[in-house]
């Protein structure tokens, strides 16, 4: 790959900067690092990418520990200051009118106030990777302000987060009971995903009867699928376990839908493969049903 493409093309990738603190052979200090992210949840692991001469790093390889400040949205100069310069050429930390400071519980790094994340790392892990060098540090203690927004860094220079773009959702006007009845099978989740087959011929379209919780509900051949299962093969077993003998086109359909009922909504997940009843099938098909919801599956 040539060089000059790799050097434009790394300038928008889009990332957050944490201040790297450490306090060892070196006195205490603080560093910039666009390359800081959690990597696990249990233990919970933060990585962060130093160059192998930084101080920073020598602090670390010499107390096993460091600590994690993710910049706020109003921290870019001092973000400035952590990256702008070394260690060995000014003391960042006593900069002037720059740097205040939270008492640490664990670790004897300097943690940063103000920040939209503090946490407190000991040592997990070193590995040279290209070249930088990932410290990895298990987080031993971690504080936030969920009003505090993070700053963002993209080609060379800082941003705000901007407004809040929701992926777009169908929204569906449903009766009383097609609302309770996915309101129930989503059972307090946001997000109910189902998997579900329409089977037509013409303007006939398979419908089944369902009964749960004491419910009857008419709607399309569906089901709800386990994690980590292929959809459309686990729904072919279902209508076949179903004596429903079906060929099912093998492209998914995506139908993101918000249900409406007064004032409530339900957040559903469709996932549809469209199919035709098979020759010597003893299933009938149904009229098409004058629905909202049907009506939302063929738009």
């Given at each position: 790959?040539?060089?000059?493409?790799?050097?434009?093309?790394?300038?928008?990738?889009?990332?957050?900067?944490?201040?790297?603190?450490?306090?060892?052979?070196?006195?205490?200090?603080?560093?910039?690092?666009?390359?800081?992210?959690?990597?696990?949840?249990?233990?919970?692991?933060?990585?962060?990418?130093?160059?192998?001469?930084?101080?920073?790093?020598?602090?670390?390889?010499?107390?096993?520990?460091?600590?994690?400040?993710v910049a706020s949205e109003k921290q870019s100069t001092?973000?400035?200051?952590?990256?702008?310069?070394?260690?060995?050429?000014?003391?960042?930390?006593?900069?002037?009118?720059?740097?205040?400071?939270?008492?640490?519980?664990?670790?004897?790094?300097?943690?940063?106030?103000?920040?939209?994340?503090?946490?407190?790392?000991?040592?997990?892990s070193i590995k040279k990777m290209g070249d930088h060098?990932?410290?990895?540090?298990?987080?031993?203690?971690?504080?936030y302000d969920k009003t505090i927004k993070p700053l963002?860094?993209?080609?060379?220079?800082?941003?705000?987060?901007?407004?809040?773009?929701?992926?777009?959702?169908?929204?569906?006007?449903?009766?009383?009971?097609?609302?309770?009845?996915?309101?129930?099978?989503?059972?307090?989740?946001?997000?109910?995903?189902?998997?579900?087959?329409?089977?037509?011929?013409?303007?006939?379209?398979?419908?089944?009867?369902?009964?749960?919780?004491?419910?009857?509900?008419?709607?399309?051949?569906?089901?709800?699928?386990?994690?980590?299962?292929?959809?459309?093969?686990?729904?072919?077993?279902?209508?076949?376990?179903?004596?429903?003998?079906?060929?099912?086109?093998?492209?998914?359909?995506?139908?993101?839908?918000?249900?409406?009922?007064?004032?409530?909504?339900?957040?559903?997940?469709?996932?549809?493969?469209?199919?035709?009843?098979?020759?010597?099938?003893?299933?009938?098909?149904?009229?098409?049903?004058?629905?909202?919801?049907?009506?939302?599956?063929?738009?």
């Open positions: 790959m040539e060089r000059k493409v790799a050097d434009k093309a790394q300038r928008h990738f889009v990332t957050g900067v944490s201040m790297i603190t450490s306090n060892g052979y070196f006195g205490k200090n603080v560093m910039a690092a666009e390359w800081t992210m959690q990597i696990s949840y249990d233990p919970l692991l933060i990585a962060t990418f130093l160059h192998e001469s930084s101080i920073t790093l020598k602090n670390i390889q010499k107390t096993k520990e460091f600590g994690v400040n001092l973000v400035n200051i952590a990256g702008g310069y070394s260690g060995s050429e000014i003391d960042k930390l006593k900069v002037n009118n720059s740097f205040t400071f939270l008492k640490s519980k664990f670790i004897k790094a300097p943690i940063i106030a103000n920040c939209t994340i503090n946490a407190e790392c000991r040592l997990f060098v990932m410290v990895v540090g298990k987080v031993v203690a971690m504080r963002l860094y993209h080609t060379g220079r800082y941003y705000q987060i901007g407004d809040l773009i929701e992926p777009f959702r169908q929204q569906v006007r449903v009766n009383k009971s097609t609302f309770k009845w996915f309101s129930k099978e989503a059972d307090g989740k946001f997000i109910l995903k189902c998997n579900g087959a329409i089977i037509k011929s013409g303007r006939k379209v398979l419908f089944l009867k369902y009964t749960k919780n004491n419910m009857n509900y008419e709607t399309i051949p569906y089901l709800k699928p386990k994690r980590g299962v292929n959809y459309l093969q686990s729904l072919q077993e279902y209508l076949k376990n179903m004596e429903i003998d079906v060929r099912l086109k093998p492209e998914p359909i995506m139908k993101r839908l918000v249900l409406e009922n007064k004032n409530r909504k339900q957040r559903v997940n469709f996932v549809l493969f469209e199919g035709t009843i098979r020759n010597g099938s003893s299933r009938i098909l149904l009229e098409k049903k004058d629905s909202e919801l049907l009506k939302a599956f063929y738009s």
